[in-house]
């Protein structure tokens, strides 16, 4: 059986590999705490609030994340792909997202605000009304996503392929246009 936590303050503590493992959090708010060393197993976070933590190269394989705001937090190199499905719901602001996977996901609604997602595996995700507000997504790869209704309009540095991703009334600024047609080794100024 997990230990349940509800509603604690959590700061500035390093976590050890299996230290917060079978433990469920809800409504908790996690301050400049390290969780890069962790290998979680059978966590559940419901509401929780992480602000300036560190999640690098951290193994999440066993989480679930229901209602989850992160905000600058760092989680390079952090495989989402293997999170618990049910309910997953995650916001991110202001984070370093470099070289994750989120990798056939469900990320409907999904906020991504000012951060940096260089190198993200969102592949056969499904990105539907997702908002790509201000980020930084050089060499992030969207093949077999489905991008339906995402906001695309203030992010940069993005190539994808309408060929291979689904964009139905998904929306881009007129200065992204040409990250749409990379692939055809168009010139556009």
Not at 94 to 104: G, I, N, P, R
Not at 152 to 161: A, E, H, K, L
Not at 163 to 175: C, D, N, P, R, V
């Amino acid at each position: 059986m997990s230990e349940y936590n509800l509603d604690l303050q959590y700061n500035d503590i390093t976590y050890g590999e299996n230290e917060v493992n079978f433990k469920e959090f809800e409504s908790c708010t996690f301050t400049n705490c390290d969780f890069s060393e962790c290998n979680f197993i059978a966590v559940t976070f419901i509401d929780c609030h992480f602000n300036s933590c560190d999640f690098t190269s951290s193994k999440i394989n066993h989480v679930a994340l229901r209602t989850v705001f992160f905000n600058k937090c760092k989680m390079t190199e952090v495989n989402f792909a293997m999170c618990d499905k049910l309910i997953f719901e995650v916001h991110f602001k202001q984070c370093v997202l470099d070289f994750s996977k989120f990798y056939t996901l469900k990320m409907k609604g999904t906020t991504f605000t000012n951060s940096s997602l260089v190198a993200v595996d969102f592949m056969s995700t499904n990105l539907t009304a997702v908002l790509f507000s201000n980020c930084d997504l050089y060499r992030s790869e969207f093949e077999k996503a489905i991008a339906d209704k995402a906001d695309f309009r203030t992010s940069y540095n993005y190539s994808i392929d309408p060929t291979k991703t689904k964009l139905k009334k998904a929306q881009f600024s007129i200065e992204g246009l040409k990250g749409l047609l990379t692939k055809y080794n168009i010139i556009v100024e």
